[in-house]
């Protein structure tokens, strides 16, 4: 049996109050808080020390995609925030994953790879010319994050089960796109339950929407906890 993975709460609100609302209202059930592009862009990093004050874990989740230069030099400022995870996209391309996996060397800061979207869908990767299929590759992408030095990678649950084969146990996997059984995909193409991304080896699982628009959050954070 895998080891359970952690769930990490998606903040994609729009200011402080709320996202302090959340935290203040589902620490410690869940202990580990992603801070994304919406609520970095709107409250800059006053949340991030929110959160690690009340003792809880932050995923920055920014998502760089930019030349080497640009993408080191932005994570060099990330990590001074002491965040546990932090993102870029593996699409930069192995010049920058190296350059940035060298520059984090020292930190606490774990780098994932963003592989390919959970809104992304077969058809897009064909009007690309891309051959190889989706999993292959996310596979693909995978390698090269872990080739180029970085710690993990995001990819669909229905991907992990093959990173972790082929990647080993020390590679982290972090899934978003989750959803409960009967709950709505809304803008993912593939999606999975908890159940599914345990079995297929994740370490972290992102959930957002599930919970936040929840009539009672904490409790929807507690069912969740409970299927792991
Ligand atoms: O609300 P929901 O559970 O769909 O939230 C998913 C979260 O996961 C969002 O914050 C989104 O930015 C993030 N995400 C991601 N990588 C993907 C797909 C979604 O980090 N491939």
Redesign the pocket.
């Known amino acids: 049996m895998n080891q359970k993975p952690e769930l990490i709460l998606?903040l994609?609100v729009d200011n402080f109050s709320k996202a302090k609302y959340f935290v203040d209202k589902i620490y410690p059930e869940i202990n580990f808080f992603?801070v994304?592009?919406q609520l970095f862009t709107a409250c800059g990093p006053k949340v991030i020390e929110f959160i690690q004050k009340k003792g809880a874990q932050v995923f920055l989740?920014l998502?760089f995609n930019d030349i080497p230069n640009t993408m080191v030099n932005a994570t060099k400022e990330a990590i001074k925030y002491k965040v546990s995870l932090l993102?870029v996209h593996t699409l930069s391309g192995p010049t920058a994953l190296k350059e940035i996996s060298r520059a984090s060397s020292k930190s606490k800061t774990k780098i994932l790879g963003?592989?390919?979207?959970?809104?992304i869908c077969p058809h897009f990767l064909k009007d690309l010319g891309i051959k190889r299929t989706l999993s292959q590759e996310v596979l693909y992408l995978a390698r090269m994050a872990k080739r180029c030095g970085l710690d993990g990678v995001?990819?669909?649950a229905q991907e992990a089960q093959d990173i972790r084969r082929h990647l080993g146990k020390n590679f982290l996997i972090?899934s978003?796109?989750?959803?409960p059984k009967g709950f709505f995909s809304?803008?993912?193409s593939r999606t999975a339950t908890i159940e599914a991304a345990q079995t297929a080896g994740v370490n972290y699982i992102?959930?957002?929407?599930?919970i936040?628009k929840a009539k009672n959050p904490l409790m929807a954070a507690r069912k969740m906890r409970k299927n792991l």
Not at 114 to 119: H, Q
Not at 176 to 179: F, K
């Open positions: 998606a994609d992603k994304g592009l989740d998502k993102t963003v592989t390919l979207l959970t809104s995001v990819c669909a972090v978003p796109g989750i959803r809304d803008d993912h992102v959930i957002g929407r599930p936040l």
